[in-house]
């Protein structure tokens, strides 16, 4: 009777045991979210054992450590145990053992293996089976109980391996799942962003089943104001490249999508009733069923406005060139032609102003020549600049001697500062922009004005000014100022400085400086100021935002690239700056769309954003603001608009900087150099010295007693901001700022996690601190250096 009832009890076990199986399999099963099933797994487990605590953690694809999930901590424990100093080396060794283990122990098994066993919960005996899946390791499965008297049995080990193998098919397919979604979105991301409209059309009824921004964009062009996109559609004429011009109110798109043709890069010509019209670069391939069937019909538009702008300013230029060099050919032709006239009769006087009108046109040809050269030497990047040490104040005094040796009457005022430091230049080539500037302020000044020089110390650089009191500049042609052969000072006249002007951005963005241009309006004067960078800039800085994760890294380098949002509602400009900073080692996250560009800068944390000033249903400013509040990063404005009220108000409501297009991409990795480099905490270029503690900011080495102590980015960010500051508290809402990038009122955990792992690395005691001192509910600091 004892047996029978025994057996009765052992099948009772058994019957529950498998239940709850049953029940937790079904449950693991009910999401195919990645984070939610391996949370719901490692509950699951917990449920199953009988355990206070679980810790599940997963592979990646290189076999690394992926994923960690708990099941019974705390929040505070949780992020304990993700940041546990020791966390990699104690998955690699459950994650090699053979099959499931039981410890009594956890704490001393884990000194046995000469592993750091500190949890920031007690744990006594432990659990662990492995997760595998077609015989390779998925991760781990670890449960631990709280209490020294509870132990894991037999049966908990084998109904945890069990359960581990159904789960390890289930997180396959939630992994599965997720690289699927993530495949999906990014696809959809670079369809919505993508340059060329892309449209989607149901074969069968011929209706647009999608559009992208880019698409919209287009339709909107020839829709008339308030017309829906799809009235368009019934109303459109195509004419395509071979002559056939097809209406679609009476031709219907569905019937046309019948015969399932492909068209590969055809010029159609677009026409709304009303005369406006578009064309555009067309691809169209149909999908089909599992039958053969059309099903629907993918089309791509590239507008070809831009192209067509592009060559209508390529004739522009040609045309402009052209006049240019045939003005001063004919005066040389006619001169030469005269004097070879043996039937002339030449005073010498005359003899010798004719070789002076050859000598004085060849020498503008010449000119032109090499800025023509000089242009195409830019526009490719190729310019020969030779930068040295110069001393700009020396060099002025050359060029105001120099023109007072000329034939001007205009009066030259030189004002230099008297401590101007050096500059990092090409002699001749500054040379030759002030001489261009000087020119251009002669020719539309008038005889016996002033004309000032200006030389003075920036931040970084220095500022060189050349004003005039002439004609003036009107406020709508100053972003078009540098433009080749841009209308500055009147249209009557042909654009003399229009190449120069454009030659001078080159040379000084070249430099790493930028130019521009003010003036008040016609007739008041214009001002040219442009900057040089100074020798010996302050270069000792250590980042307090360490680029998480684009600079193209090279090959074998842990360093991460800096991320730059960028957000533009023009498509062209915005592929523009993408190219030039993906060029300059940069990885950028781009976006037309302002609503978009919130969720993006959530996700990807960059570490600038890059703003157009005036975006498509919203201000610049207002998305600005936006961003700030979850992340103290830079901001830039780009815009079309340089008025000075703009760039004030910009510049009030917190942007680091503000560039006018068009701009170069030698400016604009420029600008955003210099931007980050402001938000970089300033050290000593000494190493930082306490005690045993040594803090090399250059080298970004971190040691305890002669040995390198190993750190996480984030964690050396958080060492070096606060040894930046011997001496001084740093609140917990600055830490978080500089650190984390986070608002004042983000949660601290992270950062107490992260104090808590220095310490531990450094063997500091909490109650009785060597390195890092504890204000209580303000924050944290470090002791000043020891004296050399």
């Known amino acids: 009777m004892n047996r ?43 449920y199953l054992a009988n355990a206070r605590y679980g810790v599940i953690a997963t592979t990646d694809a290189a076999g690394g450590l992926d994923a960690v999930l708990t099941s019974g901590t705390s929040d505070d424990e949780h992020r304990q145990i993700v940041s546990h100093p020791d966390g990699q080396r104690i998955f690699e060794h459950f994650r090699r053992l053979p099959g499931a283990i039981r410890v009594d122990n956890y704490f001393q098994y884990a000194t046995s293996a000469s592993l ?86 149901d074969a069968g009824t011929g209706e647009p089943l999608s559009f992208n921004r880019e698409a919209v964009r287009i339709m909107d062009g020839l829709c008339a104001p308030g017309e829906p996109p799809e009235h368009l559609l019934e109303t459109l004429t195509v004419r395509r490249a071979d002559g056939r011009e097809v209406s679609l109110d009476e031709v219907p798109i569905a019937q046309m999508m019948v015969s399932g043709e492909t068209v590969r890069a055809e010029e159609l010509y677009f026409q709304v009733p009303d005369g406006r019209n578009l064309t ?55 001169s030469a032609s005269t004097l070879l006239n043996e039937s002339t009769d030449l005073h010498p006087a005359e003899i010798g102003q004719f070789h002076q009108i050859i000598l004085e046109q060849s020498e503008r040809i010449r000119a032109l020549i090499a800025d023509l050269l000089d242009v195409a030497h830019i526009e490719t990047g190729s310019l020969p600049i030779a930068p040295v040490p110069t001393d700009l104040a020396a060099l002025l005094a050359e060029l105001e001697q120099r023109f007072r040796a000329g034939d001007s009457r205009h009066d030259l005022l030189t004002e230099v500062h008297p401590d101007l430091p050096l500059v990092m230049a090409d002699r001749s080539r500054i040379a030759q922009v002030i001489d261009t500037l000087l020119t251009n302020s002669v020719r539309h000044s008038p005889q016996s004005s002033t004309i000032r020089i200006g030389a003075a110390p920036g931040d970084l650089h220095v500022l060189v000014s050349v004003a005039d009191e002439g004609t003036g500049i009107a406020g709508e042609s100053l972003p078009h100022l540098f433009r080749k052969f841009s209308l500055t000072r009147g249209e009557k006249q042909m654009p003399d400085t229009g190449l120069s002007l454009a030659v001078c951005k080159g040379i000084v963005e070249a430099h790493g400086g930028r130019i521009w241009a003010e003036s008040s309006g016609p007739g008041l004067g214009a001002s040219f100021t442009f900057t040089l960078p100074t020798v010996n800039e302050p270069r000792l800085f250590a980042p307090t935002q360490i680029p998480e994760t684009s600079h193209r890294p090279a090959r074998g380098s842990d360093r991460e690239p800096v991320r730059i949002l960028a957000v533009d509602s023009d498509n062209q400009a915005l592929r523009y700056v993408r190219d030039a900073l993906v060029k300059s080692g940069y990885e950028v996250v781009a976006t037309g769309d302002p609503h978009n560009a919130l969720l993006l800068a959530e996700e990807h944390s960059p570490h600038l954003a890059l ?47 503000y560039v006018v297009k068009p701009f170069s991409p030698t400016e604009i990795v420029a600008r955003i150099k210099a931007a980050l480099q402001r938000r970089t905490t300033a050290v000593s270029p000494f190493p930082y010295k306490a005690g045993a503690l040594v803090i090399d900011h250059a080298e970004r080495l971190v040691s305890l007693e002669g040995e390198p ?12 901001e606060l040894s930046a500051n011997p001496g001084r508290i740093l609140t917990y809402q600055h830490l978080l700022r500089r650190v984390w990038g986070s608002s004042g009122d983000a949660d601290i955990r992270p950062m107490r996690t992260a104090i808590s792992a220095i310490r531990n690395k450094l063997g500091d005691d909490a109650e009785n601190p060597k390195y890092i001192f504890t204000k209580p509910r303000v924050g944290y600091s470090m002791p000043r250096a020891d004296a050399p």
Request: hydrophobic share 40%; glycine share 6%; aromatic share 6%.
């Open 4 to 46: 029978e009832e025994t057996l009765k009890g052992e099948i009772r076990a058994m019957r529950e045991r498998l239940t709850r199986l049953s029940q937790a399999s079904v449950r693991i099963n009910e999401s195919l979210d990645f984070n939610v099933v391996l949370q719901e797994v490692i509950d699951s487990a917990c």
């Open 280 to 334: 555009a670069l067309v691809n169209a391939t149909p999908t089909h069923s599992g039958t053969g069937e059309v099903e629907t019909y993918v089309v791509t538009v590239q507008d070809m406005s831009p192209l067509e702008e592009l060559e209508r300013m390529r004739a522009e230029f040609l045309a402009r060139v052209s006049h240019e060099l045939r003005t001063p050919l004919a005066a040389v032709r006619g």
């Open 116 to 201: 750091d066993g500190r949890l920031p919960m007690r744990v006594w005996s432990g659990l662990a089976a492995p997760i595998l899946h077609r015989g390779e390791s998925a991760g781990i499965i670890y449960l631990g109980h709280d209490r020294e008297e509870k132990e894991f049995s037999e049966e908990d080990e084998e109904i945890l391996v069990m359960f581990a193998a159904h789960a390890a098919l289930v997180i396959a397919n939630a992994r599965r799942y997720r690289d699927e979604q993530r495949t999906r979105t990014d696809l959809e991301t670079l369809i919505s962003t993508c340059p060329v409209g892309v449209a989607v059309f």
């Open 611 to 657: 703003l157009d000033l005036m975006l498509s249903g919203t201000d610049g400013t207002e998305l600005m603001k936006r961003i700030k509040e979850f992340s103290d990063i830079p901001v830039i404005f780009v815009s079309a608009y340089g008025q000075d009220q703009l760039v004030a108000r910009a510049f009030e409501l917190g942007a680091d900087d």
């Open 709 to 720: 102590v190993e750190l996480t980015p984030k964690q050396y960010q958080l060492l070096a």
